[in-house]
T-cell receptor, first 111, second 114 residues
Framework: GENVEQHPSTLSVQEGDSAVIKCTYS??????FPWYKQELGKRPQLIID?????GEKKDQRIAVTLNKTAKHFSLHITETQPEDSAVYFC??????????FGAGTTVTVRA | NAGVMQNPRHLVRRRGQEARLRCSPM?????VYWYRQLPEEGLKFMVY????????ESGMPKERFSAEFPKEGPSILRIQQVVRGDSAAYFC????????????FGPGTRLTVL
């Protein structure tokens, strides 16, 4: 099955700085890569996703890049704000529905 | 439009008891997924169901665990004879279609086995 590795496990940034989270996947057949944000005790919520026919996607302060050759994808958050503090999960799907999640990155934005 | 609903939000069971977790998908969604999240870990896929059908249960333990999504009513994840290792957060998600369509998650059920 698919194996997704996520780094770093924790990330502390100063408010206004950028945060970058990187994920690698094992199966070259994976073709859908969503990112979820989970606040403490809350449900995971989709913040951005990318499909394998696209190399980059941006939505305001959030962007995701995908390198199919290297089998890795990254989340970039610019101009971080305190409300960006949460756990972020990357995921990959090769079966059109089964999401394989990374272990998560705890992001703390320092005021 | 209400989101994915799960109940109960918290469930405490003693070893050997049964746990029943319920999930109502978003309106218009006929695809349901169950995931398990252990403390400080990512979500692990358990099972994918459509109305009255189990499509993929490859992530579900072979024994004690079962899932259903009847024609009427919520999807049910049932854990028989619970053990301490079953303690986790169980999340349900739903989507409109099953083809890499956005999965919307419910608030989860936190199961504690004493």
């Amino acid at each position: 099955g698919e194996n997704v590795e996520q780094h770093p496990s924790t990330l502390s940034v100063q408010e206004g700085d950028s945060a970058v989270i990187k994920c690698t996947y094992s199966d070259s057949a994976s073709n859908y890569f969503p990112w979820y944000k989970q606040e403490l005790g809350k449900r995971p919520q989709l913040i951005i996703d990318i499909r394998s026919n696209v190399g980059e996607k941006k939505d305001q302060r959030i962007a995701v890049t995908l390198n199919k050759t290297a089998k890795h994808f990254s989340l970039h958050i610019t101009e971080t704000q305190p409300e960006d503090s949460a756990v972020y999960f990357c995921a990959a799907s090769m079966d059109d529905y089964k999401l394989s999640f990374g272990a998560g990155t705890t992001v703390t934005v320092r005021a | 439009n209400a989101g994915v609903m799960q109940n109960p939000r918290h469930l405490v069971r003693r070893r050997g008891q049964e746990a029943r977790l319920r999930c109502s998908p978003m309106k218009g969604h006929s695809h349901v997924y169950w995931y398990r999240q252990l403390p400080e870990e990512g979500l692990k896929f358990m099972v994918y169901l459509q109305k009255e059908n189990i499509i993929d249960e490859s992530g579900m333990p072979k024994e004690r665990f079962s899932a259903e999504f009847p024609k009427e009513g919520p999807s049910i994840l049932r854990i028989q004879q619970v053990v301490r290792g079953d303690s986790a957060a169980y999340f349900c998600a739903s989507s409109r279609t099953g083809s890499n369509n956005e999965q919307f998650f419910g608030p989860g059920t936190r199961l504690t086995v004493l």
